[in-house]
């Protein structure tokens, strides 16, 4: 990657943390990023272990 290249990354990330301060910067906003992050890991929790049953049935010896 070129030097332009890696300016052009380091701006945009620039950016994304910079509006992340500013929404994060009020409490109802906090608010509403905690439950949103809440109701993600649930959903991945679940995904994991519909995954890990899948994968469980998959590996069982068959008769």
Do not use: D, H, W, Y
Request: glycine share 6%.
């Amino acid at each position: 990657m070129s030097k332009k290249g890696k300016g052009l990354l380091a701006l945009i990330a620039g950016v994304a943390a910079g509006a992340t301060a500013i929404f994060l910067s009020k409490e109802e906003n906090r608010t509403k990023a905690a439950k949103a992050v809440k109701k993600a890991k649930t959903t991945v929790e679940k995904a994991v272990e519909t995954a890990q049953k899948k994968v469980a049935v998959k590996k069982a010896p068959k008769k």
